[in-house]
């Protein structure tokens, strides 16, 4: 005899709890904020940070090269994505999502609180904190949202389009509040004001606590063994180190020692060029010694997972390019004016997520719209890079047109715009696809391959920038570069996406 269920989808004698904004849990408004709030510090401050770095010191810049800047903001960048990896973790084993969120936004304040102060060591004292706090907090938080849910529960989905839509209204707001700052009055107000927001973010979270009802406390603490304790009850002492594979750590160690290598060889800051390269290194080759003990179905999945991590990370490459070359190009070859009104280039950043505010329910209802018709997964990829592809095209034709000067602000525009539209065909359905794919047992692992993605992709946004010179053709040959590589891919990927529906129809 089945239970009844009511429009939730769970079965009422769970009492779901309703009593939220649109019928949806209480404790949805205050993960909404926070996130919003940790959102709106991160882009604020990224909405500043390479224009700081090469800023002379006469304006209160650090005055880098911009080859050394866009490693800088490279190495941040790509460790705000590969940090949650060992978030997540301390969460599961030591922490619990709820602490492991309230500690990560303390660190975060911190980091952006230390860069109020002009001196190098607070500088990347902060960038190191803000990346540390990150990593604890975006994936707990996210975690946490799901957590509100009951398996089952109808209204998860819509939960998470609300969750997703304070991620971008404070992406959109935090560069006309800090920009503005950090521009017109000073960068370290800029600075402060992230901070500020941050502590906002954290107060809400705490007096907001009790709407939570337990969610994101470990298993002991809410009365009931973990997953852990659970495995330690079921298998002998002796057992439990059989899962050390001797294998998959050497193949670790060995992608580790490799990319701290290349890093050394072709970086020239020493230690600073080797780290990303390392992470990327030990991460690549623990997948590897993982993926190896696989077979059959779950070996041709995890394969399309694979390869569509390369696309990921051609795509990621240019799309967060919107915070180094691409304010770059914002604050020395554009006309910050509207009707002679003039405005900082940082406010740029915002266009992007204004754009996906409007165009994601049209997305959304668009795919529903088509029904049987709807792009599978791997032509949404390809879709994604084709618009990507198209967006640095328009930007290089942009560069030729300075001769000296400046150009229309709305070529930026539009090439956000075009940017908007190849995130939302690929983002959404990027996470959507490694869910579906992955083998019960490693849905972790391969999220985190998706974030290595955008991390490797971040990373060389970074470098990007140090490329970047206002003379004759070098920016049409910079911009060029990524238009003809990221179009490529998209024409590779549009060729294998037959062959790939093939090898796992489940990727459709």
Known sequence: MSLAVDSTGVSPERAPDTSGIGGHPRGLTTLFFTEMWERFSYYGMRSLLILYMTAPLAVGGLNFDRKYAGLIYGTYVSSV??????????ADKVFGAR??????????????????????????????????????????????????????????????????????????????????????????YGFGAAGIGMVLGLVQYVLGGSRLRGVGLKGVEKGRPDAAQLQKIAKPAESQSEGFDVVTLALAVVGGAIGAALGFIYGESGLLSALVPTVIGLFAGYLAGTARLLAGDELMRVLV???????????????????????????????????GWEFPSSWFQSVQPIF??????????????????????????ALGLLFAGLA???????????????????????????????????????????????????????????????????????????????????LFRLFGIFALVTLVAAAILFALTPLIRRMTPRAG
Request: aromatic share 14%; glycine share 12%.
């Open 305 to 339: 997972i694979f390869i569509l991590f390369v696309f990921s990370v051609i795509f990621w490459m240019t799309f967060e390019q919107a915070g180094s070359s691409l304010t770059l190009f914002a604050d020395k070859l554009t006309r910050n004016q509207i009707f």
């Open 99 to 188: 602490r492991a969120v309230l500690l990560g936004g303390i660190v975060i304040a911190c980091g952006h609180f230390s860069m109020v102060f002009h001196s190098l060591a607070s500088f990347y004292a902060g960038l190191i904190l803000i990346a540390a706090g990150t990593g604890l907090l975006k994936p707990n938080v996210s975690t946490m949202v799901g957590d509100l849910y009951e398996e089952g529960d109808a209204r998860r989905d819509a939960g998470f389009s609300i969750f997703y839509m304070g991620i971008n209204i404070g992406a959109l707001s935090a560069p006309l509040v800090c920009g503005y700052l950090g521009q017109s009055v000073d960068w370290h």
């Open 392 to 474: 640095f095209a328009i930007v290089a034709f942009a560069s030729t047109l300075t001769g000296g000067g400046k150009v229309s602000p709305l070529w930026l525009v539009l090439c956000y715009f075009t940017q908007t539209l190849g995130e939302l065909c690929l983002s959404p359905v990027g996470l959507s696809t490694v869910t579906k794919l992955s083998p019960a047992r490693m849905v972790g692992l391969m999220m985190g391959v998706w974030f290595l993605s955008i991390s490797f992709g971040g990373y060389i946004a970074g470098i990007a920038a140090g490329f970047f010179e206002e003379s004759e053709g070098a």
């Open 81 to 90: 994505y590969w940090t949650p990896l060992i978030g997540g973790w301390l």
């Open 356 to 381: 996906v505010v409007l165009l994601a329910p049209v997305f959304a209802g668009v795919w529903i719209r088509l029904g049987r018709r709807d792009p599978s997964s791997p032509m949404k990829f």
